[in-house]
């Protein structure tokens, strides 16, 4: 499996690449896809509801929930939930209301431990 993302911040950081720039994540020569599906979990998060060409119900309201200032905690939840299958450890929080901020938290079933603080776009 491959996904890619556009690496700024955190994500630059746990990738070891400069930042603001696309990258690709494959499957490891292992056959672990935990970092595929950590950025497929990452793409969701910062994508708006309905904002896929691909799947209609990825993403979460961020844009509504600003403009309403109810943070969308329940699509988030639905999301952690959603992928929560494909690590040891999945926690996702919210930080900051002003402006939205997540901290993701993942134990992947390696073992590796990752702490990804992602502001809601």
Avoid at 77 to 90: G, I, M, N, P, R
Wanted: proline share 6%; hydrophobic share 45%; charged share 5%.
């Amino acid at each position: 499996m491959r996904a890619w993302i556009y690496a700024t911040g955190d994500i630059a950081t746990l990738f070891n690449v400069t930042p603001n720039q696309w990258i690709a994540v494959q499957t490891s020569a292992t056959g672990d896809n935990s970092y595929v599906y950590l950025v497929a979990l990452l793409q969701v998060l910062l994508l708006n509801l309905n904002e896929s060409p691909f799947f209609a119900t990825s993403g979460i309201p961020s844009e509504q929930a600003i403009q309403q200032q109810a943070p969308p905690d329940y699509y988030v939840t639905q999301v952690q939930q959603q992928y929560a299958q494909f690590f040891t450890s999945l926690v996702i929080m919210k930080t900051s209301s002003n402006p939205l901020v997540y901290q993701v938290n993942v134990i992947l079933k390696s073992g590796a431990v990752i702490s990804l603080a992602l502001p809601a776009s």
